[in-house]
């Protein structure tokens, strides 16, 4: 097991603990989750607000090139994680790449936004209260790294090879928080535009510099070149892609 998939599976346990820790609060100390509205964030102190600094921890360092066990799918938008590839650049079909993984990412795009207008429509109705959307929030918080280490729905959709050639994998955070939109609070609110900044920042580097996104342009994405060895089934892809990375 490499270090960045060890790392992402303790973190991927530690985020079910966070979890269940969020679900006592709402059984037995409700009154922890009113932090979530209005100016409740700068009123007392709470166990939420370090739950709060730890998703702000997470975003800035998608926003700041790091050395540590972060996976290449989230790094790859800064110079210093780019390998170029030999030869020269074919512009066409990196276009044509681009073109077919955008339209992938549109796709989940489309569908989070239905499932967000759905949760909306269910807390509009009075269904889902303060304390349901964020517990979703948290939920998905598990979820985001269950498709990093065990299984992702979302290749099916893109059709991409793995987490390092993932076209969306800093959409987390905005995917995460779509929920908590709904509350009009600073906590809720603060998360939601820090992920969306992130966000902007994940789609410009696509726009101005797509050759990091593809393997074909980009060395360090090939399985030849991957150290971070986050697919379950890494040894056997590696011989699969072993020879075709030779060719390229």
Known sequence: MSNVRRA??????????????????????????K????????????????LWGIWMADMVFQLVPVKA???????????????????????QALKAY???????AGKVFGLWLLLTAVIGFLYWKGILND?????????????????????????????????????IFNWDHLMMFAPVVYIDGFYTRSLFFMALAVW???EFSAARHPERFWEGTNRALRCLEC??????????????????????
């Open 8 to 33: 992402y599976t303790l973190r991927l346990v530690g985020r079910a603990v966070i979890f269940l820790g969020c679900l006592l609060l709402f059984v037995w100390a409700p009154d922890e989750l």
């Open 35 to 50: 932090i979530l509205r209005g100016n409740h964030f700068f009123r007392r102190f709470s166990v939420l607000h370090l």
């Open 69 to 91: 066990a972060v996976a290449l799918g989230s790094q790859k938008i800064f110079s210093g994680r780019y390998k170029p590839a030999e030869g020269s650049m074919d512009s």
């Open 98 to 104: 681009m073109a077919g993984a955008a339209k992938g």
């Open 131 to 167: 304390s349901l959307l964020f517990l979703i929030t948290v939920f998905f918080y598990v979820c985001d790294l269950i498709c990093v280490v065990v299984i992702c729905p979302f290749r099916l959709i893109m059709g991409n090879r793995c987490c390092t050639t993932c076209r």
């Open 200 to 202: 902007v920042v994940w």
């Open 227 to 248: 150290s971070d060895k986050l697919c379950p089934r890494y040894d056997h892809l590696l011989k699969f892609y072993l020879e075709r990375d030779k060719k390229m």
